[in-house]
């Protein structure tokens, strides 16, 4: 089973759909181009981006002239920020829905469990990076949220198992 949350932001006018219609058209340059690949209608895109755009009262789109050969469509400032928003929160929740699955797990294989001693952690927005030393000089780079960590209390010099489950890393204390 595999779970699955839907971001909503700005009470649902900005959603996975409409993120994908912004990373269609910035990979492709064109707003036509991007509907094709979604198998939408043009008018749909076209009415997706407008009601971000009066939601937020801000333009997303930069429209390109080109004369008889046609333009292009590319994204304003506004719109790469609320892609990269995106990204960030749905890394954030992906993390920690990893984490709650990891938790709920009760029965583990003794040789997915290894030992080890925090040598350094790096915090960087949702996300913590924890380096642990399992013996010279094997080391072990486990991935997990800010939360997570902080819920542990995690700090170096502190004693923890690594549980290894095909390629995911669960940390505990």
Known sequence: MEPKIKILLNDGKINEKRI?????????????????????????????????????NEKLLRTISKG??????????????I??????????????ISDKFWES????????????????????GVAAEIKIKVNEPVEIVALITRTSAERLKLK???????????TDVMLGK
């Open 105 to 124: 797990l009760s029965i583990m294989s003794a040789r997915n469990k290894i030992n080890g001693i925090i040598e350094e952690i790096e915090i960087e």
């Open 20 to 56: 994908k219609i912004l990373k269609f058209i910035e990979k492709s340059g064109s707003l036509n181009k991007a509907s094709k690949e979604l198998g939408i209608t043009y008018k749909h895109a076209w009415d997706e981006i407008k009601d971000m755009e009066n939601c937020l």
């Open 156 to 166: 170096k010099g502190d004693a923890v198992f690594a549980i290894i489950k095909a």
């Open 68 to 81: 008889r050969k046609g333009g292009g469509t590319t994204l304003t400032e506004k719109a790469k920020e």
């Open 83 to 96: 892609l990269n928003d995106y990204e960030i929160y749905e890394k954030g929740i992906n993390l920690e």
